[in-house]
């Protein structure tokens, strides 16, 4: 016996997960892309995440990012067509 669709889908009155707050290190990050977006400034760079939390490698700062991502405060965006390194082929936006 197969049930209909929507007996799967979330009723009205189904309480809602809240949200979990960021980790230390994204709620740094995330302060900082705030202040730096704040009137109209530009996104950082994964150099200038990196120069700003004191890191050695850009991949902390790229890996901070995909997690913000994926916590919907930041947004991915495909780049302009460019030669640059793949890792460097798309830009960041706040959501």
């Known amino acids: 016996m197969t049930l209909p669709a929507r007996a799967f889908a979330p009723s009205p009155e189904a309480k ?3 949200e979990r707050p960021l980790p230390p290190r994204q709620a740094a990050v ?3 892309i705030l202040t730096r977006t704040a009137n ?3 996104f950082p760079s994964m150099r200038e995440i ?3 939390m004191g ?3 850009d991949g902390h700062a790229a890996d901070c990012l995909q997690r913000l991502a994926f916590r919907g405060k930041v947004r ?3 780049a302009e067509k460019t030669r640059a390194h793949p890792s460097r082929r798309y830009r960041w936006e706040l959501t």
């Open 30 to 32: 995330y302060e900082y």
């Open 76 to 78: 991915r965006l495909p």
């Open 40 to 42: 109209g400034g530009r």
């Open 55 to 57: 890191w050695t490698d």
């Open 50 to 52: 990196r120069e700003h």
């Open 16 to 18: 809602r997960i809240p």
